[in-house]
Every structure is written in C-alpha cells, then in structure tokens.
C-alpha cells in the first residue's frame, strides 16, 4: 500500500462546476497535510494546508480533512480553465511525502 | 525576489559521464532537498539536508550524491549516470520549523 494515494486521473470538470480532489494516507499518526498544484512543465506550488479535522476555506479552494478515515480532500469551486493542472496531496510522516498527484482538467 | 534557482535547466548526456546539477535559495533557509518526479510515481526526495554539513538519505538516494558546504547552494551530484537516472529533477528550500516548501524550476535530465 503506497503511503499516499490519489487517483491519477485525469478528472475532467465543466468551467464552473466543483472540481473535488481526494487522497488518502496509510500513517494514522500524520498530522499536516498539504496540497500542492503543478502546472505542465512547472514546478510544485503550495495551495493549501491542513491540520485538523474539518474544513479549512481560502477563496475557491476548500481542504477537508477526515483523520478517523485517513482522508484529505481538496474542493475547487467555480472551476476556471486556469484551474487545468495537478494537484498533489503531501502528508508529514517526518518528512514531506507526496501522492503521485491527480490531473485536472477544466473544460470551456 | 525570494527563489530557489536550479541550472541547467535541461540536460542531455550519455551514461557514464559526470554531471552536476546545482541549486542555490536566496531566503537562508535551513532545509533544502532534491527530489525526482516520474510518471506514475510522483515526487521522491532523494537527499535533504538540515543545515551546512548536515545532509542525509532520502527515499531514492542510490547513484546521486551531495554535499552542503554553503547555507545557500546544495548541488546535486552524478557520478555516472544511468538511463534509468532519466527524469525531471526539483531542489526545494523551506526554514526549520515549517514544511511550507519552496521548489525551484526543475532541471529535466536525460541519459543515453
């Protein structure tokens, strides 16, 4: 079982509509939780972070974090087309590890 | 500007022939780290280091080494490089106490 997981995608959304990432983790015992977005050919850049259960709420962008079911998702709303990149989830366990990120795609 | 610098930025070589990568941050951060990104895989840190001198193992640290002689520049070194060495290569800088990382632009390198 790898130790973060996202589906690779691609997830391909309406311009507009909610565009919603997940991720789960294997180490019950990660504590922060990050998402970060890489357009083609650039590097990572971080959007949001999240460390306690709940919902955490910066412009379009919503993380939900379920620690009982080791789950960490990522909410776009309004989607744009410049919102077409992937997204990374990154867990502490000691160090940053990444999932192998989940390809967007927001459609005109 | 706050950054992280990476050069080259795209490198072609062939298998057996030194090359070093280098990686400079402007922000005196403590903690810099390379990783290498592959499809399917994503991003696997290779070797961190935690302040000058002070460098250690990553997930993939096999036929790369490093060094941290400076706060600022931490390259990145192959000493004979593999096809399977193939891949988009990023140095990220953040400070002690934070994992808010700073990546550079990426050096993607290619082994024949």
């Known amino acids: 079982q790898k130790e973060v997981e996202q589906n690779s995608g691609p997830l391909s959304v309406p311009e507009g509509a909610i565009a919603s990432l997940n991720c789960t983790y294997s180490?019950?015992?990660?504590?922060?939780f990050f998402w970060y977005r890489q357009y083609s050919g650039k590097s990572p850049e971080l959007i949001m972070s999240?460390?306690?259960?709940g919902d955490k709420e910066d412009g379009r962008f919503t993380a939900q974090l379920n620690k009982a079911s080791q789950y960490v998702s990522l909410l776009i709303r309004d989607s744009q087309p410049s919102d077409s990149a992937t997204y990374l989830c990154?867990?502490?366990?000691?160090?940053?590890?990444f999932g192998q990120g989940t390809e967007l795609s927001v459609k005109p | 500007e706050a950054q992280v610098t990476q050069n080259p930025r795209y490198l072609i070589t062939v298998t057996g022939k030194k090359l070093t990568v280098t990686c400079s941050q402007n922000m005196n951060h403590e903690y810099m780290s390379w990783y290498r990104q592959d499809p399917g895989l994503g991003l696997r840190q290779i070797y961190y280091?935690?302040?000058?001198?002070?460098?250690d193992k990553g997930d993939v640290p096999e036929g790369y080494k490093v060094s941290r002689k400076e706060k600022r520049n931490f390259p990145l070194i192959l000493e004979s490089p593999s096809p399977n060495q193939t891949s988009l290569y990023f140095c990220?800088?953040?400070?002690?106490?934070?994992?808010?990382?700073?990546f550079g632009p990426g050096t993607r390198l290619t082994v024949t």
């Open positions: 280091s935690m302040n000058v001198e002070v460098t």
């Open positions: 990154a867990v502490i366990r000691g160090k940053l590890i």
């Open positions: 180490d019950r015992g990660s504590q922060s």
């Open positions: 999240i460390y306690s259960n």
């Open positions: 990220a800088s953040r400070i002690a106490g934070s994992y808010e990382q700073y």
